[in-house]
């Protein structure tokens, strides 16, 4: 089940590095959609990416690596996670850490990393939560 959740977040993370926020906010549930408008998902990005352009002025993600985290114990923990439509558990499918990288003037990886909440929602996989960070 991770293995095509981290599918799924790779081709978000895609999207969001070719600029179609469209295509990428389709991926998300209409109750995040309703709690997030995808302006404020697309401000979140770019406030890291000028940070990160503040260190390294030509930097520009290019790819995207994933890996998996662990799913909330419950919907307590989902919300101090940050979700803030917290689904039922029983469509909870795996939480994916993504990775929008590129290098640095020296060859050096940098980037952002993108939270992902992964749910069966309306019959296929959609996030439940996606949160834009620094890399931890």
């Known amino acids: 089940m991770v293995s095509d959740s ?3 977040a790779k081709q978000f993370g895609d999207f969001v590095i070719a600029g179609d926020w469209k ?3 389709a991926m998300t549930t209409s109750a995040f959609q309703a709690s997030t408008p995808v302006g404020d998902l697309q401000k979140q990005y770019d406030e890291i990416l000028t940070q990160l352009r503040r260190r390294e002025p030509a ?3 290019n790819r995207v690596e994933v890996d998996s985290g662990e799913l909330p ?3 307590s923990q989902a919300s101090r996670y940050g979700v803030k439509a917290v689904p039922p558990m029983s469509t909870w499918k795996s939480w994916i850490f993504g ?3 590129g290098d ?3 060859g050096r990886a940098m980037g952002m990393e993108v939270r992902l909440f992964v749910v069966l929602d309306d019959g296929g996989d959609k996030f439940a939560h996606v949160f834009f960070d ?3």
């Open 134 to 136: 620094h890399i931890n």
């Open 23 to 25: 295509s990428a906010y």
């Open 6 to 8: 981290s599918t799924f």
């Open 73 to 75: 114990v419950d919907e």
């Open 59 to 61: 930097f520009a993600p």
């Open 104 to 106: 640095d003037s020296q």
């Open 99 to 101: 990775f929008l990288l």
